[in-house]
């Protein structure tokens, strides 16, 4: 019994830590600006939506890897499967969990196309030394 | 002797350790997270004192078992003491810092005797029965001793990105700690849920490492944005 009350009580902590550690992870690409050529290219806006997560993570996979934000990209992406998984489990139960989850997807989404912001910009720099050399 | 999996994850826990310590080191941040730092220092000593017991004694005996539970007691201690650091650094500008503290004495003393009376009745291996209570019961404090934490970061609008991070990564840690811990009362030692423990002991400083490498100390964030459900 007691095992069982832990058990249910971490899990319901593991949750709330677990989603708001993403969100501090994403907190900070919330506010970049994205730049015109990945606009273009991912066909995001202003607002990114549910459905944009796999194909700017297919994008960021043609681009070369950078160290920095790799773990992250690691952590949004388990996030985001998570996040699908609890859309389709619950979604019919609680019906507003629906609209939450494609708006954290969407946050997935717009931080995965920040990433691949800053790897073009890194990429041209790194170009750019090269040629200098 | 355990396998090449427990090894591996054995030497990557500890170079995580180490890895953070380095990391403060080159920030100038070491004695800003000094406890911290310290818990993870007795970290790795321990398990080169584990490794050092288990290969010299064997892994079924009794050295090697009162090493590794005195040990986890003195780690876990250690924990404690470090998430009442981050306390510390949270409730620091209402300078509460000695209720902090007296507060940490008292819990510390109270869950050492509710401890001491779960296992009073035992009177074989008495003190062993009572230090792995100990860190038993520490670790479920430590839990709910986080969520409290995350309210108060929360209520405080604490904005210290590295600090919130910290205290998120402790959270993760915990919960997860105590969630395999209950679910292996339950079924039993499963060989997947064997591993979820040292793995999450690699996972808590590579995630305080990387907070200390991507943000500096004048990183802010809007903690409002962080809950799970918006108010």
């Known amino acids: ?133 | 002797m355990p396998g090449p999996i427990d090894l591996i994850i054995w030497l990557l826990g500890t170079a995580f350790e180490l890895s953070f310590v380095v990391c403060t080191l080159a920030r100038k941040s070491f004695l800003r997270y000094f406890f911290l730092n310290l818990y993870l220092l007795l970290s790795t000593t321990t398990t080169i004192g584990r490794f050092f017991f288990l290969s010299s004694y064997g892994q079924s005996s009794d050295q090697y078992m009162y090493f590794y539970y005195y040990s986890d007691a003195l780690l876990t201690l250690a924990l404690f003491v470090a998430l009442i650091s981050l306390y510390s650094h949270v409730f620091g500008e209402l300078r509460a810092g000695d209720y902090v503290r007296w507060g940490a004495v008292l819990l510390l003393l109270g869950t050492a005797g509710f401890s001491y009376a779960v296992v009073v009745q035992s009177t074989a291996r008495f003190s062993t029965r009572f230090v792995y209570e100990l860190s038993q019961n520490l670790y479920f404090v430590g839990l709910v001793l986080t969520y409290i934490l995350w309210g108060a970061v929360l209520k405080l609008r604490e904005t210290r990105t590295r600090v919130v991070q910290i205290i998120l990564s402790l959270g993760l840690y915990f919960s997860g700690y105590a969630a395999s811990y209950a679910l292996m009362n339950f079924s039993g030692k499963f060989s997947i849920i064997r591993y979820i423990c040292p793995v999450l002991g690699c996972f808590l400083p590579l995630s305080w490492s990387l907070t200390i490498l991507r943000y500096t100390d004048e990183s802010r964030l809007v903690p409002a944005r962080l809950v799970v459900v918006p108010r």
């Open chain 1, 1 to 133: 019994m007691m095992a069982a009350l832990i058990f249910v009580f971490s899990l319901v902590t593991l949750w709330m830590f677990f989603v708001s550690y993403c969100r501090s992870l994403m907190a900070s690409s919330s506010r970049h600006p994205l730049s015109a050529e990945v606009r273009d290219v991912t066909g995001i806006r202003t607002v990114a939506s549910a459905g944009d997560f796999r194909r700017v993570m297919q994008l960021l996979q043609l681009c070369p890897d950078r160290l920095e934000d790799r773990n992250q990209l690691q952590a949004v992406s388990i996030y985001h499967s998570f996040l699908a998984a609890t859309r389709q489990m619950f979604a019919w139960i609680v019906p507003s969990l629906r609209s939450w989850a494609e708006h954290e997807q969407a946050s997935c989404a717009y931080f995965a196309a920040v990433a691949l912001d800053r790897r073009i910009a890194h990429n041209r720099e790194m170009l750019a030394q090269q040629d200098n050399l």
